[in-house]
């Protein structure tokens, strides 16, 4: 069931499409404090509580005992005590003995959230604002405890609409680079994979494609004929996956400047003038994607691209990120000027550099422009957390107005609650390190419940150089998620997978994926028409079991499995808590890979270097196609089946084209098992 | 066998104490490679070698596939792609199946290690000065497999000399805060630790007791009388250790100034005058400790704080940290200005930024100043790993000098291979991070393979918010250490144990520590005066066993026993792995605890939070003393045996007066497992 609150005076809602009457009487559970403007929530926390939720963050799947702040940032370091990344994502699963319940805030500004940090006995959620609803979920009558945190889930995504639909394709292996600039890097990525037989679906341009990094144009010199090139590349089955910045160059006589400016579409500062701050291409105005108008015109020119031949596109910088404002920047220099003319004290080193530090991303930025909603004059730094979300949306209905029965690829940075609808998400600029590949596999859960089943990190690491043994484990990982994308920073080692001598051992981690995709898509499309999840932390499934509540390094997949990667360098394998009977898959290639029946409980599962594994529940089997290297040479024809005592157990195997919306041929195909693979 | 092999023009070794002629012949297992002034030796790697060594760095214990530095830096994030910290520790173990040998480079420049980063089948180590002494060292003849990495860290001992030995007061439980001042924070620390019976030996005073941040001054204010508090405190067991930073303020009138610039003590730069750069009290001069005359005065200073009563200190800042120098801010203004009037472009506020940052801890600095050794005059980036070990040098021998017989604490954050004669060492400014806690684990058998036997990292987390659960774990792993400080940054969460509700859980930690320190100081003795070591990979001791050789979140303590502590949040316990039958001691306080017979193999290990594990070998035990609030109350009379089958085994429990050098009355007393507690 579903309560909603209202306080202050709400902000429309991008999140909702249900319209709740808002209720009176006080919510249940929470205690409301009020404070100079600000609203705050407390709850007493019990030991076996658990907190899951918020989306996007760094930290354990249970948010018990930490601290988050709902803030989109453009933030490149995700250490431990990071509170904020590019998403808001206030929807929390108070899981407990009795009463659990869900709550969401529908609240675009910024928001705390202490969940037993100060106090291990207190959670205690702040509204900076203090114009919100509040919504709170409670299970349906007769859920299984099992089946409580999905319900929740579940009623959440009836709350804020179905999940975005990517086309099949998308479930392809995707090559990306900062610093691929046009032609010449396109077909050398493409052709490197094919000659070397790595599956490939699509390659990411990152900002070196356009022209100055102006959306919606090119790089005349790298990428004189997009169209060409896209269509000798699509006929190979890859696509071309350009990025756009929410930013546009401030420059008389670029068109979607001087459209906007004319139109008055910017973002606009309390005098009325165009908002500008420096990103890419320099001094750029900020779409007011609040206004209808702004918001179908800026939609309207991914046509430019799509006309061109492309399938899908990736938002960036959409927080929206500020290099510096003008102002900021007078600021700083003046703030410089005076600790230079002064004495320079001990710590004046520090505040020189904050200073000149302070101008990224700076609060009196935010505060220096607004937006038009309806008839309101509202200051960013209000709704803050909602600009990428819309960006998002503009993108996604103008594609649906060009192509409105196509499936389109689309994921962005920022996003908010209820961008799930339009999009997927990326986890944004991660390092290579190993704890960033434990921190996707952590996130993956934490995503599906806002609805971002379509999702994955940058496989390998954005930032800092990856290692070989790295890359190989993150691959193993990728292989699972929907959004398996090899991105790589400027600057950084080159990632390629057929830059570093194992790439076979990669390859093949890449092939048996292309095998696993009728299947995994099929329970990618069942997560998102029933409103489920694809990836579900252990505890969701098994939340009578403290062990596997505790287990943080597994994650469950689809009706039918379980990941453990391996997240450690040099080991010869890694502990496994089977909450259940599994079996064990251990794969090499899409043909040569053992298969083991293990009993629940710790095992400690040897795995090397070239081997990965899948665990599926007893009684129930996934199918194993043959693979390929494109998604459009996949078919179910002929698949091996895997599974241990399933000759009772039907898998409804999801089919349709992959490509149109609303799938008019989509359906179900009951699949058993097969006797002879069993014994594999 | 420890060969030497001379390159170029080495400079004055700090390292060794054996003066071994250099060998003409090319060194055995290395090729040699010259380029540009620079050395390199290269290695083929095969997937099954480790590679052991290199101190204080970040990163797995077997460094195999990493890249590192040696550059000492004062660096505060301590992420995993890190390449350098504080310290320089240029030996490592190529441990492999034939002819394992320990390599040292006695090189005070900057070393690349390519450990297997670029090419997983080779390392190649790079020497940037091209003047050093490489020193190669191969297994005595009949060492068993499991004793080689020992022996070649023994080895590497006999070659630069015996570890600083700490009085047993250093063992005891010490509590530290950027920020304390005076006597008023110094009496209410010590005070609450008292009231609560949580123990306490020593308080660390960091800058802020100085007057304005100037060595071996006194914040008259806040600390009007050192010697009274100190005194009182004393009379209580508890300790003050002041902080020492490396620069010294240039200010005419503080003598200590005044001295070292009309004595020409102070490093210079090419034209002959003091070389300036601000440090914590502004601009600031640096002691030239390459000069015996500058060493052995700014040695003796320390005496002016022993007098009050001092018997420990921390040298800080000694890489040497440099915030920045007069000619480094002005070139960052002069860029800033040049941006400023140019057209900002795209990424111009980055190269401000970068430039801006760029003034702290400069090559430009480090290649600003000179050294004098000897009659040479040398610039000081070529020896610049060799300042903070310097520094601890002369105030090892201030304090020898000041009273031989005694020894006293002292432990400093940079050092450089042969620095584990003068202190120990603490890991630098970590954060309030559970992989921090986990770089804790795994650097002390890397610091105790350089001889640094007397070392630990800030408990609870230097920089960031602590938050409960963490710091209770972590104080679970500090217990074992023999340097056990909970320190944290200036605007940091106050981190004293009793500031948080659980804090009888941290309490009982520490008081099992103080029933193990009769048994942790014999065993640090004994791999102080065996030339051993505290703190061993897994590996060291079962090398045959692929299982222990992958296993980095235990390490083995002592003769006896091994450590797995718990190292995330929200478990009910964890897996760890036993390479042979132990005794398993789940402790929650010194009189509560229960023990289990556990034979090798893996095992998942129930802990609650207020229990911690020590794994005690089969046919071995320790004992445990009754605690006590202060090191000066332990006694062995009566103290428990833990064991399993140990009635064969005799302890070698070595017993000193725990303050005087040479210990006269050390004498190893037999101890026999004790029946009844056997069946405890």
Redesign the interface.
Known sequence: MIRRYDYGNPYPSFAAVLDLPALKEAPPFLETETEGGEISFTLSLHNVDALYGLGEAVG?I?R????YQSWNSDEF?H???RQSLYGSHNFLIVFRASEPFALFLDDPGRVRWDLG?E???RMRITSENGDFSLYVITPEEGTPRKGICADLCRQFRVLTGRSYIPPRWALGYIQSRWGYAGEEDLTAVARAHRERHIPLDGICLDIDYMDG?RDFTLNEKALPDLKGVAGRLLSDGVRVIPIIDAGVKKETGYSVYDEGHEEGYFCKKADGSDFEA??????SCFPDFFREDASRWFGDKYRVLMDMGVEGFWNDMNEPAL??SPEG?DKA?AE?EEL?SGM???DS??I??AA??G??NSMDDYRRFYHRIGERTVRHDKVHNLYGALMTHAAAEGMRRAEPDRRHLLFSRSSFAGSHRDGGIWMGDN?????HLALHLRMLPSLNMMGFIYCGADVGGFG??V???LLIRWIQLGAFTPLFRNHSALGTRLQEVYRF?KWKTMRDAIKVRYSLIPWLYSEMMHAILSDGLLFRPLGFDYPDD??AR?V?DQVMLGRQCMIAPVL?????GR?VYLPEDMLLVRFRTPEDYDTEEIEAG?H?VRLDENEFPLFIRRGTFVILAKSGERTSDLSVEGAATLGWDAEDYVLPLYCDDGITFGAPDGHIVPIRMERDTEQN
Request: aromatic letters at 20%.
């Open positions: 354990p249970d018990r005992g930490r601290r370091n250490a431990e005590d940090f106090d291990r006995g990094f420096a990103v890419w291409p320099g001094l290099f510096y920047l220099f410089a230079r320079m004290s001990h080193s520090f020189l550099t000149v530090d101008i990224k390092f290579s390190w190993w704890s800092a150089d290692d070989e043994e001598p403290p062990l505790a943080e450690a360098p040099h080991v010869p502990n710790w400690y």
